[in-house]
């Protein structure tokens, strides 16, 4: 059973454009939440992460929502650009900083 | 400079025989952890080891052990392979085992079994 879920298997979005990556999770218990880039043959990077006792975080370009009450996260980037084309995963970490994964949203950001 | 380097790349060898990948960071960091991405795409957790204490994932056959040098390296060897053991393995690492820290991946060995 997956405790954290990204229904959108792929986004496409223009240059320029907003996009938002959506993520939901099933345990009230998780403490913290993160965001994970990868492109084609790398390992997955960090872009950024929120605490479960805010409701925003915001990084340059890249900014996390946080709904506590309908357990969904969110990833919005603004603008986007083709460089931000690759996998989203969205994850929570358990005992000893283990992540959970989602399954990923492949985006793509048309030129 | 890699930061966390896995080794081999690719591997490709039979059903039944026993492989080992080794994974090293240079960051300095106190925990290690190794994750399977499986033909869908899930990355999942197999182990997180700390300080000599290693987590692991329950539903890890004892067919895959870790081992750790030193705190630099940790190092996944796999005994009995099977068909499903077919994958991409991430080898990762972080400050520590905080929830606030994060975490710095390999770029995977890809796992094939015959």
């Known amino acids: 059973d997956q405790q954290v879920k990204q229904n959108s298997p792929s986004l496409s979005v223009q240059e320029g454009r907003i996009s938002i990556l959506n993520c939901d999770y099933t345990n009230s218990m998780f403490d913290y939440f993160l965001w994970y880039k990868k492109y084609p043959a790398e390992g997955p990077t960090f872009l950024i992460s929120i605490s479960s006792i805010k409701d925003k975080n915001e990084d340059g370009r890249f900014t996390v929502f946080l709904n506590k009450s309908a357990k969904h996260l969110s990833l919005h980037i603004v603008p986007s650009q083709p460089g931000d084309s690759a996998v989203y995963f969205c994850a929570t970490n358990n005992a000893g900083n283990m992540l959970t994964f989602g399954g990923g949203t492949r985006l793509m950001v048309k030129p | 400079d890699t930061a966390v380097s896995q080794t081999p790349k690719y591997l490709v060898t039979q059903m039944g025989n026993d492989k080992s990948i080794k994974c090293e960071q240079n960051?300095?960091?106190?925990?290690m952890y190794w994750y399977k991405q499986d033909s869908k795409k899930f990355l999942k957790i197999m182990f997180s080891y700390n300080n000599k204490e290693l987590i692991i994932n329950e539903t890890v056959p004892n067919r895959f052990s870790p081992k750790s040098p030193d705190k630099a390296h940790l190092n996944l060897h796999i005994n009995s392979l099977e068909l499903g053991d077919s994958a991409v393995y991430f080898c990762a690492s972080s400050q520590n085992a905080g929830a606030d820290q994060p975490q710095h991946f390999g770029d995977g060995t890809r796992l094939s079994i015959l």
């Open positions: 960051l300095g960091h106190d925990t």
